[in-house]
Structures are given as C-alpha cells and as structure tokens.
C-alpha cells in the first residue's frame, strides 16, 4: 500500500508541472508536443512500474 500511494504522490506531482494554456488555437499545441509526448512516456512508465 506504501508503493501504491509513493507513485499517486509521483504522478500527482508530474501532473502539477505541466504548464498551462498557450494560446487558442490546434496550431499553438504543436509546439508543447515534444514535452507532452515525454509526459507521456513518463507516466506510462511509471503507471507500468
């Protein structure tokens, strides 16, 4: 139960660094896809772990 709520906190936290919005249109979101696409990575990993 320890490691269960260890990765809910690590999750939790990388959820908090994801910034905001950038602008209004499908064109502005181009440019965070390299960092979503790392977010997304990271938590496949660790939900996986």
Known sequence: MF???VL???ITIMVLEI???VGN???D???LF???FSY???FT???IY
Do not use: K
């Open 25 to 27: 249109a499908f064109n």
């Open 40 to 42: 997304v990575l990271s």
């Open 34 to 36: 390299p960092a979503f």
């Open 45 to 47: 990993y660790v939900g």
């Open 19 to 21: 910034d905001g919005q």
């Open 3 to 5: 490691s269960d709520g």
């Open 8 to 10: 809910a906190i690590i």
């Open 29 to 31: 979101l181009t440019s």
